[in-house]
């Protein structure tokens, strides 16, 4: 009786689909982000001096602006951990005095200048061990609303 009863209270229940424990490959965070109704396009990553870097990209739009998936902690082509980072040409135009202000009020998202001056934000996530599609799925919507969206808000980008 108390199986059929535990069975009951579970069946219900959606099980998170497993990110495999040796992290992602680039075909399979693109696969994922044409899931999300995105176009991502391979690129290759200038800065791969850093041990476990991916050697290629992603870059896909979302609401008029660039996106970046850049992969990291990989092993033979499985990586553990993915960044999204997003930037805006602003000429060097943007107050520099401003992202002090964002980085101290925001928390999932830091943000940062370029060498022109031009302000990015990035965002840090982790694949392994123990993630899951259902969490990636979470942490792409916090960077999509709480970084970009609030972001571009908060400075009329």
């Known amino acids: 009786m108390a199986a059929a009863v535990s069975a009951a209270l579970f069946a219900g229940v959606a099980q998170a689909a497993p990110i495999p424990d040796t992290g992602l490959t680039l075909s399979e965070v693109a696969g994922w982000l044409q899931g ?14 850093a041990p476990g870097v991916a050697a290629s990209h992603l870059e896909f739009d979302y609401d008029g602006v660039k996106v970046g998936a850049y992969l990291f902690d990989c092993k033979e082509g499985r990586c553990g951990s993915l960044q999204f980072a997003t930037g805006w040409a602003t000429h060097g135009k943007f107050d520099t005095s401003q992202m002090n202000r964002w980085n101290r009020r925001k928390r999932w998202c830091r943000g940062y200048f370029d060498s022109e001056n031009d302000p990015w934000i990035e965002m840090d996530v982790d694949l392994t061990p123990g993630g899951s599609f259902e969490l ?22």
């Not at 999300?36 to 001096?49: A, F, I, V, W």
């Not at 960077?143 to 808000?153: D, K, L, S, V």
């Open 136 to 157: 990636l799925d979470d942490n792409f919507a916090t960077y999509r609303n709480a970084c970009i969206g609030q972001f571009r808000r908060m400075y009329d980008l």
């Open 36 to 49: 999300q109704g995105y176009k991502p396009r391979e690129e290759p990553s200038t800065d791969t001096s």
